[in-house]
């Protein structure tokens, strides 16, 4: 998924998404759409981020599949550790809600 492997490699940089827009000369509202999936940049904005990042048009869009298992690996982290934040009664109940979601497939 383009948005989250956007947010990683600007976080990895240690950049806003203000910052990353003005280097790539676009809105922050514009970047902040792709990061949460609402907006898809188009082929020019997507060869600039992937310039600017110095990765390939394949990497951004996983079309190889390698990121896969990165991205994975990075929300579980990030899943593990803001469920370490809450309360164990907020732990039980997010763990409930979970297993009360409709399950893909079913």
């Given at each position: 998924?383009?948005?989250?492997?956007?947010?990683?490699?600007?976080?990895?940089?240690?950049?806003?998404?203000?910052?990353?827009?003005?280097?790539?000369?676009?809105?922050?509202?514009t970047?902040?759409?792709?990061?949460?999936?609402?907006?898809?940049?188009?082929?020019?904005?997507?060869?600039?981020?992937?310039?600017?990042?110095e990765?390939?048009?394949?990497?951004?869009?996983?079309?190889?599949?390698?990121?896969?298992?990165?991205?994975?690996?990075?929300?579980?982290?990030?899943?593990?550790?803001?469920?370490?934040?809450?309360?164990?009664?907020?732990?039980?109940?997010?763990?409930?809600?979970?297993?009360?979601?409709?399950?893909?497939?079913k």
């Amino acid at each position: 998924m383009l948005y989250m492997m956007l947010v990683r490699l600007r976080e990895k940089a240690g950049l806003t998404q203000k910052d990353l827009a003005t280097k790539l000369g676009i809105a922050r509202t514009t970047y902040s759409g792709y990061e949460n999936g609402a907006r898809e940049p188009d082929l020019d904005t997507l060869k600039r981020i992937a310039d600017f990042f110095e990765v390939s048009l394949d990497y951004l869009l996983n079309r190889d599949g390698s990121n896969e298992m990165k991205l994975n690996d990075d929300i579980k982290t990030k899943l593990n550790e803001e469920f370490a934040k809450l309360t164990k009664e907020e732990q039980e109940n997010l763990l409930a809600f979970i297993e009360r979601m409709p399950k893909k497939g079913k």
